[in-house]
């Protein structure tokens, strides 16, 4: 066999191997156990004594859960022509909220998986369907400010610190949001130490 023909072989077989990982599981797939605790949110939403656990859970409380769900449940992109429906957007969104809200081991996608009894494959799907829908309504609440508007601002920093001269025209940099991070940084960690006796970033909108 000639080079050329050995190199075509091996591309020809290369591009086999590709074809049976692309569309053939290599490994025996049986079927997960699921149980979870998601009916628990909604039974903690209905009762107002139980409403701090979902806020423990979900980080929001059920009536701005239920804005939210407003907001969002209409997007296409919870709507396919699939003979398998997409599970209700309340759940979807449940199981996002829940995993923005865990750092560290609990975030992991088998450990959001195993609380709410859902596949690793669909925590991951619904992640992203619920940020595509939360970005599909950016400018209903985003949008430029009018220069009567900045000037409104600009003199209620003046009145509130003197803060004026050539920096006024910095008028939102008046107060900064801590990203909190969930582990001391390698390098220079002290440095992001912050009052709150955590490690976060500083994060100003200018």
Known sequence: MSYADTVSQLLIDAQILTAIRNTRYLRERGPVLKIGNKELLWEYAENDKDHHRFVQMLRISPDTFEILHHLIKDDPVFYNNSNNPQAPVEEQLGVTLFRLGRFGNSAGVMDVAREFGIAEGSVLNYTNR??????????????????EEKEKEKQWIDAEIGFQGTWREGYLMYDGTIVVIFQKPGKDGDTYFTRKSNYGFNLQVC
Request: hydrophobic content about 45%; aromatic content about 12%.
């Open 130 to 147: 619920c940020f595509t829908a939360i970005e599909n309504i950016h400018d209903l609440f985003v949008r430029p400010l009018t220069e």
